[in-house]
Each structure stands twice: as C-alpha cells, then as structure tokens.
C-alpha cells in the first residue's frame, strides 16, 4: 500500500532564503509526482509534475527532483517571497489506478 | 475556458440531514475523481466516476455515501444522514482521460451542526 510523507510539517522563514520541501513514498513503482500548492480556503493549484522516466522539473524559482529507486522528491523554492506561504502537497499516482495518494502537507511562511 | 466548479462553497447540515455536493468539470473532461480533506490531514481519494460509470469507490466509506456523474449535468457526491465526522472539504477533480492530470476545483467545505 502506498504510503506518501511529508517533511517538515510546518516551516517559517524570512523572505529571501531557499528552500527544500521533501516527499517520500514507500512503492517505487510511481506513474507521477506532483507538486501542489494550497492556499487556505482555496482549491489545489499544480505547481510541477514528473514523469516516473524524469529526474527533474523546473517551472521559474521552483524545481522539483524525483529519486524513485530511494522513494524521495524534493522541491526546491530559490529566494522565497511571502506569496509563496501556502500548504504544499505533494501526490503520487502509481500504475494500474487513477486516483493520487497526498501527503500531508508542509505549511509554509514566509514573513518578509 | 471554465476551470472545476463546485457549489456550493459553504453547506451547513444538521446532524441526520442530507448533504448534496455538486462538481461541474472542466469542459471536454469526462473523468472525475471525489477527495476529502479532513481537519489536520491530507486528502484522501474516495471515488472516480466516468460519464455514467462508477470506475474506482475503493476510498468511499460503503455506507451513507454515494456518487454519481449522469450524462447530463454535474457529479453529485450525497452524503445521507450526516453526522459530525463526514465535517471536511470535499473536492472534486477533472481529466479529459484517464493517466492525465487532474485539475481540482476550490472545494466545498462541509459543516455539521
């Protein structure tokens, strides 16, 4: 049964600093990753996604990489904002089913 | 281009009340997946229907709880006889196939009185 965390729970920072958000599942054998943010009250927005055949994905100051044979993902914020403070999730979906599998969450601020 | 609409945003229900939440996908997308996010925790798949069909209920407690997506018109997730701990944010997904990314609308956030 797959089984997705998420570390830190809950992060705070001054704007400016970059950042690692990690991710680990427990079955390697993924479809995707992907990375969401959430603000509250509000739906999820998809930030990157990764193929099971890609290492990496960068969209602007965020890049996602993905190690599927020690079940990890990281996504890296470079030179954070207080517009990036959100909840981010991030979700995988194996083979042979539709549905994602979400962490937690890591909440994150960024207080200027 | 319309994303994933969810209405209402807010529902309020007494305990053994019916709750009714609604998902219009986006256009073009015939896939729909239900997820529930209870307070502190992450979202947890409870069904994904296709036009019609019932494809996966595995997460979708076998009580109480029904969903359907009819030809015309919107997704229709029913919860009957509510009771405090069905109290969460429910969201509703799209694609247009299967193994394509789903897009989520903004939820509705259940309370139970």
């Known amino acids: 049964k797959q089984e997705v965390t998420q570390i830190p729970a809950a992060l705070s920072v001054p704007e400016g600093e970059n950042l690692v958000l990690n991710c680990s599942f427990t079955d390697s054998a993924i479809y995707n990753l992907q990375w969401f943010r959430q603000d509250p009250g509000k739906g999820l927005t998809s930030l990157l996604l990764?193929?099971?055949?890609?290492r990496e994905q960068t969209s602007g100051r965020l890049n996602a990489s993905l190690d599927k044979s020690s079940g990890r993902s990281t996504l890296y914020i470079a030179a954070s904002q207080p517009g990036d403070s959100a909840t981010y999730l991030c979700?995988?979906?194996?083979?042979?089913?539709?549905?994602?599998?979400f962490g937690t969450g890591t909440r994150l601020q960024v207080f200027p | 281009n319309a994303g994933v609409m969810q209405n209402p945003r807010h529902l309020v229900r007494r305990r053994g009340q019916e709750a009714r939440l609604r998902c219009s996908p986006m256009k073009g997308h015939s896939h729909v997946y239900w997820y529930r996010q209870l307070p502190e925790e992450g979202l947890k798949f409870m069904v994904y229907?296709?036009?019609?069909?019932?494809?996966?209920e595995s997460g979708m407690p076998k009580e109480r709880f029904s969903a359907e997506f009819p030809k015309e018109g919107p997704s229709i997730l029913r919860i009957q006889q509510v009771v405090r701990g069905d109290s969460a944010a429910y969201f509703c997904?799209?694609?247009?196939?299967?193994?394509?990314?789903?897009?989520f609308g903004d939820g509705t956030r259940l309370s139970i009185l």
């Open positions: 997904a799209s694609s247009p196939v299967s193994n394509q990314p789903q897009h």
């Open positions: 979700a995988v979906k194996s083979y042979n089913t539709d549905k994602l599998i």
């Open positions: 990764i193929q099971s055949s890609q």
């Open positions: 229907l296709q036009k019609e069909n019932i494809i996966d």
